[in-house]
């Protein structure tokens, strides 16, 4: 049997695309994507049949963006996204025995080619305050062709200056300074000007963030005419195809009004979500782009959590990076999720699976974890049966000391409606919760209720198959029980 083996160079894994969201999900924030342009953008723009039956050809946005920038045509080079760009960069200018320096963390990708190239990575560590200038400094040799320079920097949002720019750029005329500045239009201090002054730097700049169009995969580089050359030799002849380049130069021309407006409810959102962040005891880092990174508290945990909330956010580098959204409602529902997450004003019970088995009459959970819980947090129970026989259950058990809530199955609708479980909410005087379920009535109820669902991981025959399902309707995690969420509180209450 013959055995296909890739090259030594083919990386274990794959990188830069966040993995896929668990089904339920339907809030990307991930990815940091831009705003979708307005409904009439396609629209405004005919597509003629040549445009889709020919080669990319022609200068018209080349011309445009050399314009944009004060420099000429043919520093200019578009790529299939400023990945392309950035992945050509590194093939050109680097190979075994030479070495890039790319401060950490940063874009994954950097990190990628220039490993695929053959190169040393050189690493200093750049996680809070400003760009590591002395450590690159102190770094620099003969053997290093580029200096990578992000800002604002993905994931974190910290920003370089010119001073450090041009500092580089003296220090290093044999290398080439790359400036990403994929985020520039957000904020920070935009560097490309300056970096059109040096003849060893390169900036890349994208259409995915600021402009909306990271489908069409439009990026590009200004570069010293020297260089951009290279950049055609080491790659297919063709890269973004002509509607991407017709509609990314309708975009640039037109969509003026509607990028500024973006940025600036980006920078409206941002701010809002820095000081919320720091209200529920985390902390978020300064950002220039259309993100926020946060540390502290339980990182895995809030990734699940909001997840389970139907909000997906990236984990990367010990936090969390957060898209903002840029539209009102879509940005109330992550703060109302965040409180959720990070900060439950009570947690709720389902009772026939979780605290007791009714068909047999006995016990699941414990008091003790139930007066453990109840001692920081207020309990209620969520539940289809009758009243008579719920509080009878839980009296006979010895959980009703505990509680301070039951609603029953004449108080309403029941689960997969949210109302029974706002109803207890309502009854605790609480807006935000958790609630442990064991079935996915459960967890459709709690997440329309804007409650962290979470649920009892299921044993015995098919537990598979009913694990699946309870993942599928959105459990942010299944826990072993009572003593499991008692566990997970008491962690995330300490990690605050």
């Not at 790319?102 to 996680?127: D, I, K, Q």
């Not at 580089?221 to 080491?234: D, G």
């Not at 009913?466 to 209450?493: I, K």
Request: proline share 10%; hydrophobic share 50%; aromatic share 4%.
């Amino acid at each position: 049997m013959v055995e296909l083996r890739p090259s030594s160079r083919v990386p274990a894994s794959a990188a830069g695309i966040p993995p896929p969201p668990p089904p339920a999900v339907d809030l990307r924030l991930d990815g940091n994507q831009g705003r979708a342009p307005s409904a009439d953008f396609a629209a405004a723009l005919p597509l003629a049949e040549e445009l889709l039956r020919s080669y990319p050809q022609g200068d018209a946005l080349e011309q445009a963006l050399a314009r944009r920038h004060g420099t000429t045509p043919d520093r200019v080079f578009l790529g299939a996204g400023a990945d392309d760009v950035l992945d050509r960069l590194c093939r050109a200018v680097l190979e075994p025995g030479r070495a890039a320096i790319v401060p950490a963390p940063t874009f994954e990708m950097l990190e990628r080619y220039a490993a695929l190239a053959g190169a040393t990575l050189v690493s200093p560590p750049w996680t809070q305050g400003a760009w590591p200038r002395d450590q690159v400094l102190a770094a620099m040799s003969p053997a290093v062709a580029l200096v990578a320079i992000v800002s604002p920097n993905n994931p974190t949002g910290l920003v370089a200056t010119v001073d450090d720019l041009l500092a580089v750029g003296r220090a290093a005329p044999h290398a080439v300074v790359l400036v990403d500045a994929a985020y520039a239009e957000f904020g920070g201090e935009d560097l490309t000007t300056a970096a059109l002054g040096l003849p060893n730097a390169v900036v890349v700049r994208t259409f995915s963030k600021a402009f909306g169009l990271a489908g069409l995969r439009v990026g590009y580089a200004i570069a010293p005419p020297a260089v951009v050359p290279w950049l055609r030799r080491v790659g297919s002849p063709f890269t973004c195809g002509t509607v991407a380049r017709a509609m990314a130069l309708h975009r640039l021309e037109h969509g003026g009004g509607e990028v500024a407006a973006y940025v600036q409810d980006v920078a409206r959102e941002r701010d809002a979500l820095a000081r919320h962040l720091r209200r529920l005891g985390l902390e978020p880092l300064p950002s220039a782009g259309n993100f926020v990174f946060v540390r502290g508290g339980d990182p895995e945990w809030l990734h699940d959590a909001l997840a389970g909330l139907g909000i997906a956010v990236r984990a990367t580098a010990g936090g969390l990076r957060i898209t903002l959204p840029a539209a009102p409602s879509a940005f109330a529902r992550l703060v109302g999720a965040l409180d959720a997450a990070a900060a439950p004003a009570a947690l709720l019970f389902d009772l026939d699976g979780v605290l007791a088995d009714l068909e047999a009459r006995t016990p699941i959970a414990r008091p003790a974890d139930l007066a453990a819980l109840s001692a920081s947090w207020p309990l209620g129970v969520v539940t289809s049966c009758p009243r008579r026989l719920a509080e009878s259950v839980l009296q006979r058990h010895g959980f009703a000391p505990h509680l301070r809530a039951v609603v029953a199955a004449e108080d309403g609708p029941g689960k997969p409606s949210p109302a029974p479980v706002r109803l207890a909410l309502q009854r605790l005087g609480a807006a935000s919760a958790w609630l442990l379920g064991d079935n996915p009535v459960d967890v459709q109820a709690a997440r329309a209720a804007g409650v962290v669902p979470l649920a009892v991981e299921p044993r015995g025959p098919g537990a598979e198959a009913h694990a699946a399902r309870l993942r599928a309707a959105g459990a942010a995690r299944l826990l072993p029980g009572v003593p499991g969420l008692l566990a997970l509180a008491q962690r995330s209450r300490s990690c605050r």
